[in-house]
Nanobody, 113 residues
Framework: QLVESGGGLVQPGGSLRLSCVASGNAFRFYHMGWYRQAPGKQRELVAA???????NYADSVKGRFTISRDNAKNTVYLQVNILRPEDTAVYYC?????????WGQGTQVTVSL
């Protein structure tokens, strides 16, 4: 089970820190990703982190978002900075590639004045 939190309403240029807590004892072995789905659009992978800690980002968020993980806490984070209105979406975490069994409720990020 994956539970996301940390979303909210922020002004353009603002920041948030999203968290995703995983249950179970095997979290450290999984490659993880943060995904988002904006209204009327398909869900997309925005940031990924391997079990070893290597990271990769979609071009649209590179330089603004940072993914990290704390295996001791079974948690993956997404620091989102310099937010833009087009970042408005529901943000989800999942394994990478995603497992349909692990999609949670996500956390809403809304960027607006």
């Amino acid at each position: 089970q994956l539970v996301e939190s940390g979303g909210g309403l922020v002004q353009p240029g603002g920041s948030l820190r999203l968290s995703c807590v995983a249950s179970g004892n095997a979290f450290r072995f999984y490659h993880m990703g943060w995904y988002r789905q904006a209204p009327g659009k398909q869900r997309e992978l925005v940031a990924a982190i391997t079990s070893g800690g290597s990271t990769n980002y979609a071009d649209s968020v590179k330089g603004r978002f940072t993914i990290s993980r704390d295996n001791a806490k079974n948690t993956v984070y997404l620091q989102v900075n310099i937010l833009r209105p087009e970042d408005t979406a529901v943000y989800y975490c999942n394994t990478n590639p995603p497992d349909r069994e692990y999609w949670g409720q996500g956390t809403q990020v809304t960027v607006s004045l």
